[in-house]
């Protein structure tokens, strides 16, 4: 019986992880489309996270922090599983916002420990993330890019709808990754870039990166049940009245008889 609440030190690193949930994100050239592949690599790579901490910046045309950082990797997963363009209403795709606010997550105290797992398929050029970009690298944060989608591209098709999106011309609006971006990124903090083409291969990519970058001691506080034992003492009991039976004399009272 009992619950105490203890401090566990651990080597891990602080991830943020900022995901791409614009609406080029529901294209099909990869299955089921390349928001669900890279939802299903995320989950993947939380799985390998080891000791680190994790946090969720979703972003479009604005950038929102979903979750903070934390050890909690179940309800990191839960916040991935319910991301989707729906949360941020804003259309575009402004990396740098995103990036910024990757960065007023994580203590920039310390210039190591530190990284952004970037998923995106790169589609828009946003000019703001340059100026970012070199604020992480002083600060000792990498940037590792992920790409998501192909370079030939393929149509959009939103939840609900009965044809693809088209532009103002009405002509079929095809997204396309934009790998050159991606890479680009990913440099200029000495971070990788890699493509998505399989969840589990590319998680395992990742972490290999992530896990074989330097680590700090983090402490955490978690609560581990610790049961006392009370056995013996219930032993002793029975002991002691089977011993207290011995001793009673079993005499029968006799009733008077008139």
Not at 161 to 179: F, R
Request: some cysteine; charged content about 25%.
């Amino acid at each position: 019986i009992g619950t105490t609440q203890e401090k566990v030190k651990r080597q891990g690193i602080d991830v943020m992880i900022a995901l791409d949930v614009s609406k080029s994100m529901w294209a099909e050239d990869t299955k089921p489309s390349r928001l669900d592949e890279a939802k299903q690599f995320i989950s993947s790579l939380i799985d390998r996270m080891g000791d680190n901490r994790v946090g969720l910046v979703l972003f479009a045309g604005r950038a929102f922090l979903q979750m903070p950082l934390t050890s909690d990797f179940a309800i990191a997963k839960l916040y991935v599983s319910n991301a989707s363009p729906d949360a941020v209403p804003m259309q575009g795709t402004v990396v740098g916002d995103a990036l910024r606010l990757c960065e007023n997550s994580l203590d920039t105290r310390e210039k190591k420990y530190k990284a952004v797992v970037l998923i995106s398929d790169g589609e828009d050029h946003d000019p703001n993330s340059t100026e970012v970009l070199q604020q992480l690298a002083d600060n000792g944060v990498v940037v590792n890019t992920v790409g998501v989608g192909s370079v030939q591209g393929a149509p959009i098709m939103e939840p609900g709808a009965s044809a693809y999106k088209t532009d103002v011309n009405g002509q079929t609006v095809i997204s396309k990754l934009n790998e050159e971006e991606l890479r680009q990124i990913a440099q200029q903090t000495g971070g990788t870039y890699t493509h998505l083409d399989n969840a589990e291969t590319s998680a395992t990519q990742v972490a290999a990166v992530l896990n074989g970058m330097e680590k700090k001691a983090i402490e955490t506080s978690g609560s581990e049940k610790q049961y006392a034992s009370f056995y013996s003492f219930f032993v002793l009991m029975a002991l002691l009245i089977l011993i207290a039976e011995i001793f009673i004399p079993e005499t029968k009272r006799e009733g008077k008889v008139k």
